[in-house]
C-alpha cells in the first residue's frame, strides 16, 4: 500500500480561501476590519520568519496586521503594558506574542500570555480558552491542533467511532488534540514519554498523531496497516533539511494517508491562524 499524500498546502490554501470569504462577509455586513496584532520581542531568527509568514497571510486575506517589534531586553512590565494597551485597541481582535520570548523574561510567559484579553487571544493558550475547549463551549483553540482537524474533515477521513492515538501531551499540540478528537467522537489514547509498550498502543490507532519533537521516530512497524498518520513534528537535522516525527518512507507504505514535512501540518498552523482571527471577532461582537 502506499499511502495518499495529506499536502498541507493545498488544505491550507482551502482554509484560508475559506477564512477570505468570511473577512469579506464580515467588512461587507459589519463593516468590522478583522485586525491582528503580533508581537515580538528580540531577534530571534526563526520568529523573524514566523511573524513574516503571518503577516503576509493577513495581508493576501484583508486582514488589518499590526507587528509589534519590541527589543531584547523588554521588561516584563513593558511587555504587560503593550498587551494591555492592544486589549484596549477597538481595531485589534486577535493578539499573540510570539515564543520563545527572550531569556530575562521566559519564565514569566505564563504569566505575559494570561494578560492577553481570552477573547482576543487567538493563540488559544489562555487558561479560559482551555476550560472552554475542555468543557465543549466555543473557543479558541491552538491553531496547530485545530489545523490537523480541519484537515482531516475537509479529506474526508472519518474520525468518530475511530481508535486516536496521540504521541505528546504538550499544551500546544497533544492535550487540545486530544480534547478535539474527544470532541468529535474518536476513541483518543495519549502516550507520552513515560508510557509502556508504545508501539503495542500506536498499532492500535486507526488515526496517529506525532507530536514528540524527535527525527523519524515513529517507524513502520509502529503503525497499523491503513492507519491515517499525521505529523506534527519539526526537526532540522541539517541547515536546509527539516524532518517529521514520523519514518515518512516507510511510513509512507503502511498507512492509508499521510501528512509530508515539509509541506504538512506546518502550512496549516497560519491559515488556522487566520480563522481563529475570524473566529474572535465573531466571538467579540456575537455576530
Ligand atoms: P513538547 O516538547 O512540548 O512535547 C513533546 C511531547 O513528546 C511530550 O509530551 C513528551 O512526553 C513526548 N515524548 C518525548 N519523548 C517521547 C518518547 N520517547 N515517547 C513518547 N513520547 C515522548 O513538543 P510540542 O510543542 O508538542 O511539539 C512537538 C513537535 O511538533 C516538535 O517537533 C515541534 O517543533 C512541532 N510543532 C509543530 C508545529 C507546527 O506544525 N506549526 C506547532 C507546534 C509544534
Do not use: W
Not at 500500500?1 to 498546502?9: D, E, F, R, V
Not at 488544505?11 to 491582528?36: D, W
Amino acid at each position: 500500500m502506499t499511502a495518499k499524500i495529506l499536502s498541507g498546502k493545498d488544505f491550507a490554501a482551502q482554509i484560508k480561501e475559506s477564512a477570505r470569504l468570511e473577512v469579506e462577509e464580515i467588512k461587507n455586513k459589519f463593516n468590522i476590519t478583522p485586525g491582528l496584532a503580533v508581537i515580538i520581542v528580540g531577534e530571534n531568527p526563526a520568529s523573524q520568519v514566523y511573524v513574516r509568514n503571518k503577516h503576509k497571510s493577513c495581508e493576501e486575506l484583508g486582514i488589518k496586521s499590526e507587528v509589534v517589534t519590541m527589543p531584547e531586553n523588554t521588561t516584563k512590565e513593558e511587555l504587560l503594558n503593550k498587551i494591555d494597551e492592544l486589549n484596549a485597541a477597538k481595531d485589534i481582535h486577535g493578539i499573540l506574542v510570539q515564543l520563545p520570548l527572550p531569556d530575562a523574561i521566559k519564565n514569566h510567559s505564563e504569566e505575559i500570555l494570561n494578560r492577553i484579553n481570552p477573547l482576543k487571544d487567538v493563540d488559544g493558550f489562555h487558561p479560559m480558552n482551555v476550560g472552554k475547549l475542555v468543557t465543549g463551549s466555543p473557543a479558541l483553540v491552538p491553531c496547530t491542533p485545530a489545523g490537523c482537524l480541519e484537515m482531516l474533515d475537509l479529506a474526508g477521513i472519518e474520525i468518530e467511532g475511530k481508535r486516536a492515538v496521540i504521541i505528546g501531551r504538550s499544551n500546544i499540540v497533544g492535550k487540545p488534540m486530544l480534547h478535539l478528537l474527544m470532541s468529535r467522537n474518536a476513541t483518543v489514547t495519549v502516550c507520552h514519554s513515560r508510557t509502556k509498550n508504545l508501539s503495542e498502543v500506536t498499532r492500535e490507532a486507526d488515526i496517529l498523531v506525532a507530536a514528540i519533537g524527535k527525527p523519524k521516530f515513529v517507524t513502520a512497524d509502529m503503525i497499523k496497516p491503513g492507519a491515517v498518520v499525521v505529523d506534527v513534528g519539526i526537526n532540522r537535522i541539517a541547515p536546509k533539511k527539516l524532518v517529521g516525527d514520523v519514518d515518512f518512507d516507510a511510513a509512507v507504505e503502511v498507512a492509508s494517508a499521510i501528512t509530508p514535512v515539509p509541506g504538512g501540518v506546518g502550512l496549516l498552523t497560519v491559515a488556522m491562524l487566520m480563522k481563529n482571527v475570524v473566529k474572535a471577532v465573531k466571538l467579540q461582537y456575537q455576530i
